[in-house]
């Protein structure tokens, strides 16, 4: 069954610095959002992404974030300057439609921290 | 979204039926019941969803009350690999775009 895999499974780094958490969606899917999830804490949306650009995105996604799909399969978190309150899981999920009936599947994250 | 009410937390004997129930008294006609699970930290998994009739496929059985105010999800025959975070989450459509929203949740733990 298709899966959304990605990259690196854990990413550590260091206040300040610059990190991509990347993302390949199901292949077919043309629906794509980031989620993150606090340790012990609810999982949060983050993003929307169509049709290469962003569709919405929650008050937790400022300046500090971006997203891009820089090919036909990647899409990508970037957080440009680190904070040591964005040390998190980082899920992906990607869908066919944009309909209610429509289920997202998620990736099996990325874990963030910042030291 | 509709806001869910899940307990918090339930116990189930491995081989047994795991009924887990789930309040959304505020869902209106044109909204989706899903059911998602999430094991330690592992991304949430797609598990259902139903509209109005009762659903099941090789994972789960959805059972949604009429008025649809309320629904059940059933896992048959538990096993100690279904110990999880179970998430109802009723979603609307929001211009074209649609998104959950994550509540608490019920951790269902089963037990041998």
Known sequence: ?115 | DAKTTQPPSMDCAEGRAANLPCNHSTISGNEYVYWYRQIHSQGPQYIIHGLKNNETNEMASLIITEDRKSSTLILPHATLRDTAVYYCIVRVLLYNFNKFYFGSGTKLNVKP
């Open chain 1, 1 to 115: 069954e298709p899966e959304v895999t990605q990259t690196p499974s854990h990413q550590v780094t260091q206040m300040g610095q610059e990190v991509i958490l990347r993302c390949v969606p199901i292949s077919n899917h043309l629906y794509f959002y980031w989620y993150r999830q606090i340790l012990g804490q609810k999982v949060e949306f983050l993003v929307s992404f169509y049709n290469n650009e962003i569709s919405e995105k929650s008050e937790i996604f400022d300046d500090q974030f971006s997203v891009e799909r820089p090919d036909g399969s990647n899409f990508t978190l970037k957080i440009r300057s680190t904070k040591l309150e964005d040390s998190a899981m980082y899920f992906c999920a990607s869908t066919l439609r944009g309909d209610r009936a429509s289920p997202l599947h998620f990736g099996n994250g990325t874990r963030l921290t910042v030291t």
